[in-house]
Structure formats: structure tokens, C-alpha cells
């Protein structure tokens, strides 16, 4: 095994909910978890400066493999020196490997042993990623931390095609073992599994003992429930390794962040703060609000007033009304703006409760506030329309 620098550290765990408060230390910067990552996946937080986002709180974001590999290709990337001097960011950043593609672009690739092939969304040449060719794409990139290959499974999946997502999951997991040789870079193995708990724990022991240096949950937040997505990701995290973090990818609903942390999770990343922000969508402390509604005309006040964002602290919610409704490039600048500090405040607010206690209280607000049906799948990019299907952003 690699040792890449970085490293897990695990300060406390709340015996009342499971939930940890820890730090990522990374050698872009340590992050206080748990954690949300803002979704950067062509190198941009859509409508941000990276020292927007950097000023937000986050030391942390997720970029995209297969997107960057198809443009502007990984080697012009590492012409600049990395990921991070290419966007200009200074703090840390994972990269999703390509396996949510696989699928969100189901109609467009075939799988075999030896990986993927994809056509490409943008002029349809035939793209191959195998284990080893996503590690080095990634060590290209220079990304903090980056994930293996993995086959991701509809929720709506029969037992033998679990079965075989998690063979080849597996099998693709050492082969991105074998594979690394950056001193670098950390990398995170996916435990796949379905909504079949049992699946979920044997897929995570056949893992474990592979030495990654972080564990995600992948395959939850592709149509699936609220209901059945939290036991699964409580289980799964569960059996996880005690010292090393938690990612469970695709997921941050606002009212699944402080749930999901309670069963053990450590890392998050979704599009529905900064997608909501491009269709008018504002995350506030009574709920979300639509900025296009008639009652923001002549609004004087912010948008919210117990926040505490510049967007809240320099404009009305008037102004922001007419700037969506003009069709202005500045309201998504300053939509986004908002819904990122929201979240930050949020996870803040996550991990305050963890330390005094109080997390099944902040859930309970955060599921009146923002809650959803829970019969109702957990999707983020169908959260609001709009958004490109072949991406998580």
C-alpha cells in the first residue's frame, strides 16, 4: 500500500446516533467532517470563482473524470501542473472515476471484464476506460483523492445483475490497486450492493481487506426512496472501517445530510444546492423558496433574513426576482452563491450538533423544513429541472 499523506482522523463518535466528527487531512488543506463537496465536474462550480467557493467554507470539491477526459483531456490538465493550478483552486479535490456514467449513460456504453466503453455524449467516439486507465487519468489530474472504476446498478436492478456489478467491482478495485503509483494522491474503493442490505455487507468485507484509504457508498440516489436509501447507508456504513472515512456519494438533500449522518457517514456531494440556484431554486431556513414567485416583487428585505451570505446581506429579494426573470447571468451567480452558503452553515450546524449532541433534533427541523415524501426517490438531479442527464452536474 501507498502512503499518499493523507490521512483520516476520527475525534469523536456520538454513541446515541453514530454519527463522527473528524478531519480529512489532505495536502491541499485538513476539512472538518462531516463534510459537503460542492460538484465541479469540468473543473468549475458552475456560476462560481473558485475563491467564491473557497470563501463559502469548503475545502473540498468533486470534479469529474470521464468529463475532463473527453475535454480537454487529461495530459493538457497536467500541462498545467494538475487539476489545481488548471482552475486555479488551492484546496482539495476528489474526482469521481467515471463509474456514476456508467449508469447515467447506460444507452451509450457496454461493459466487459476489462472495463467500459463509452460513446462519447459530445461526438460519439468510442471511449475506453479499464481500471488502470482511470488511475492514470486521475494521478494526470493530480486530484487529493480519487475513486476506482465501479459498476453502478438502477435501483431497480435483479439479484443477478447486483451480483455481477459487485463481482466486477471488485475485481476492478484491485486491479486500481495494483495500478497506483502517485505518492499523492489518495484512492477510495465503492461498495455497490443495490438496496439489498446483505449484499451491501458482504461486498464491503470483500473490500475492506484490499487497504483503501477511504470507503464510499455508491449506487444510492438513483431513483430509490428516502426510507430505503437510510438503512442502507446506515448498514453499509456500519460495517465499514471504524478509522477511515465515509463517502457516500450522490447524496445531499438538505434533510438527508444530518440523517445519513447519523448513520456513520463522513462525506457528501450532490448537485441540488448549486443546480437549484440555476432555476431559481433558494435553500433557506424555512424551506426552499421560488424567486419567480410575484411575492418577491416589491420584496425589499433578503431573500432570508437569518442568513448571513452576501447575496442575503447586499440585495433584495426584489432585485433577485428581476434578475431571473431578465434572464441575467448574475442571478445564477448569486442564486448559487446563496444555496452554497446555506450549505456550509448547514454542515456547520451538523457538525455543532455531533459535539453538544443534539443531531436527532437538527434532523427533526431539517425534516419539516426541507423535508420530502418519503415514498418519493432521492434522485438530486431530478430535484429541479434542467441539467444535463449524463452528469451529476
Given at each position: 500500500?501507498?502512503?499518499?499523506?493523507?490521512?483520516?482522523?476520527?475525534?469523536?463518535?456520538?454513541?446515541?446516533?453514530?454519527?463522527?466528527?473528524?478531519?480529512?487531512?489532505?495536502?491541499?488543506?485538513?476539512?472538518?467532517?462531516?463534510?459537503?463537496?460542492?460538484?465541479?465536474?469540468?473543473?468549475?462550480?458552475?456560476?462560481?470563482?473558485?475563491?467564491?467557493?473557497?470563501?463559502?467554507?469548503?475545502?473540498?470539491?468533486?470534479?469529474?473524470?470521464?468529463?475532463?477526459?473527453?475535454?480537454?483531456?487529461?495530459?493538457?490538465?497536467?500541462?498545467?501542473?494538475?487539476?489545481?493550478?488548471?482552475?486555479?483552486?488551492?484546496?482539495?479535490?476528489?474526482?469521481?472515476?467515471?463509474?456514476?456514467?456508467?449508469?447515467?449513460?447506460?444507452?451509450?456504453?457496454?461493459?466487459?471484464?476489462?472495463?467500459?466503453?463509452?460513446?462519447?455524449?459530445?461526438?460519439?467516439?468510442?471511449?475506453?476506460?479499464?481500471?488502470?486507465?482511470?488511475?492514470?487519468?486521475?494521478?494526470?489530474?493530480?486530484?487529493?483523492?480519487?475513486?476506482?472504476?465501479?459498476?453502478?446498478?438502477?435501483?431497480?436492478?435483479?439479484?443477478?445483475?447486483?451480483?455481477?456489478?459487485?463481482?466486477?467491482?471488485?475485481?476492478?478495485?484491485?486491479?486500481?490497486?495494483?495500478?497506483?503509483?502517485?505518492?499523492?494522491?489518495?484512492?477510495?474503493?465503492?461498495?455497490?450492493?443495490?438496496?439489498?442490505?446483505?449484499?451491501?455487507?458482504?461486498?464491503?468485507?470483500?473490500?475492506?481487506?484490499?487497504?483503501?484509504?477511504?470507503?464510499?457508498?455508491?449506487?444510492?440516489?438513483?431513483?430509490?426512496?428516502?426510507?430505503?436509501?437510510?438503512?442502507?447507508?446506515?448498514?453499509?456504513?456500519?460495517?465499514?472501517?471504524?478509522?477511515?472515512?465515509?463517502?457516500?456519494?450522490?447524496?445531499?438533500?438538505?434533510?438527508?445530510?444530518?440523517?445519513?449522518?447519523?448513520?456513520?457517514?463522513?462525506?457528501?456531494?450532490?448537485?441540488?444546492?448549486?443546480?437549484?440556484?440555476?432555476?431559481?431554486?433558494?435553500?433557506?431556513?424555512?424551506?426552499?423558496?421560488?424567486?419567480?414567485?410575484?411575492?418577491?416583487?416589491?420584496?425589499?428585505?433578503?431573500?432570508?433574513?437569518?442568513?448571513?451570505?452576501?447575496?442575503?446581506?447586499?440585495?433584495?429579494?426584489?432585485?433577485?426576482?428581476?434578475?431571473?426573470?431578465?434572464?441575467?447571468?448574475?442571478?445564477?451567480?448569486?442564486?448559487?452563491?446563496?444555496?452554497?452558503?446555506?450549505?456550509?452553515?448547514?454542515?456547520?450546524?451538523?457538525?455543532?450538533?455531533?459535539?453538544?449532541?443534539?443531531l436527532p433534533e437538527l434532523a427533526a427541523r431539517l425534516n419539516t423544513t426541507h423535508g420530502r415524501d418519503p415514498m418519493v426517490?432521492?434522485?438530486?438531479?431530478?430535484?429541479?429541472?434542467?441539467?444535463?442527464?449524463?452528469?451529476?452536474?
Amino acid at each position: 500500500m501507498i502512503d499518499c499523506g493523507f490521512r483520516f482522523e476520527l475525534l469523536m463518535t456520538d454513541s446515541r446516533t453514530g454519527a463522527r466528527r473528524g478531519r480529512l487531512h489532505t495536502a491541499h488543506g485538513t476539512i472538518e467532517t462531516p463534510c459537503f463537496m460542492p460538484v465541479g465536474t469540468l473543473g468549475t462550480v458552475k456560476g462560481m470563482l473558485p475563491r467564491d467557493v473557497a470563501e463559502a467554507g469548503f475545502g473540498i470539491i468533486l470534479s469529474n473524470t470521464y468529463h475532463l477526459a473527453l475535454r480537454p483531456g487529461p495530459d493538457i490538465v497536467a500541462m498545467h501542473g494538475g487539476l489545481h493550478r488548471f482552475m486555479n483552486w488551492d484546496r482539495a479535490i476528489l474526482t469521481d472515476s467515471g463509474g456514476f456514467q456508467v449508469f447515467s449513460l447506460s444507452d451509450r456504453r457496454r461493459i466487459n471484464e476489462d472495463g467500459v466503453s463509452f460513446k462519447s455524449h459530445i461526438n460519439g467516439d468510442t471511449v475506453e476506460f479499464t481500471p488502470e486507465s482511470v488511475i492514470e487519468i486521475q494521478q494526470k489530474l493530480g486530484s487529493d483523492i480519487a475513486m476506482v472504476l465501479d459498476v453502478c446498478p438502477p435501483s431497480t436492478a435483479g439479484m443477478d445483475e447486483l451480483d455481477r456489478a459487485m463481482e466486477l467491482t471488485t475485481k476492478w478495485a484491485r486491479r486500481c490497486q495494483d495500478a497506483r503509483t502517485s505518492r499523492n494522491q489518495a484512492v477510495f474503493a465503492i461498495v455497490q450492493g443495490g438496496l439489498d442490505i446483505e449484499r451491501r455487507r458482504q461486498h464491503a468485507a470483500a473490500l475492506t481487506p484490499l487497504g483503501f484509504d477511504g470507503y464510499a457508498i455508491g449506487g444510492l440516489s438513483v431513483g430509490e426512496p428516502p426510507h430505503q436509501m437510510y438503512p442502507v447507508a446506515a448498514s453499509t456504513a456500519g460495517v465499514l472501517p471504524f478509522d477511515k472515512p465515509r463517502y457516500l456519494m450522490g447524496v445531499g438533500m438538505p434533510a438527508d445530510l444530518p440523517n445519513c449522518v447519523m448513520g456513520g457517514i463522513d462525506m457528501f456531494d450532490c448537485v441540488f444546492p448549486t443546480r437549484c440556484g440555476r432555476n431559481g431554486t433558494y435553500l433557506t431556513s424555512v424551506g426552499r423558496l421560488n424567486i419567480k414567485n410575484t411575492r418577491y416583487r416589491d420584496d425589499l428585505g433578503p431573500i432570508d433574513p437569518e442568513c448571513d451570505c452576501p447575496v442575503c446581506r447586499n440585495f433584495s429579494a426584489s432585485y433577485l426576482r428581476h434578475l431571473f426573470v431578465a434572464g441575467e447571468i448574475l442571478s445564477n451567480v448569486l442564486n448559487t452563491m446563496h444555496n452554497l452558503h446555506y450549505y456550509w452553515k448547514l454542515m456547520e450546524q451538523v457538525r455543532n450538533a455531533i459535539t453538544e449532541g443534539t443531531l436527532p433534533e437538527l434532523a427533526a427541523r431539517l425534516n419539516t423544513t426541507h423535508g420530502r415524501d418519503p415514498m418519493v426517490g432521492s434522485v438530486c438531479e431530478s430535484a429541479t429541472s434542467g441539467g444535463d442527464p449524463d452528469e451529476r452536474e
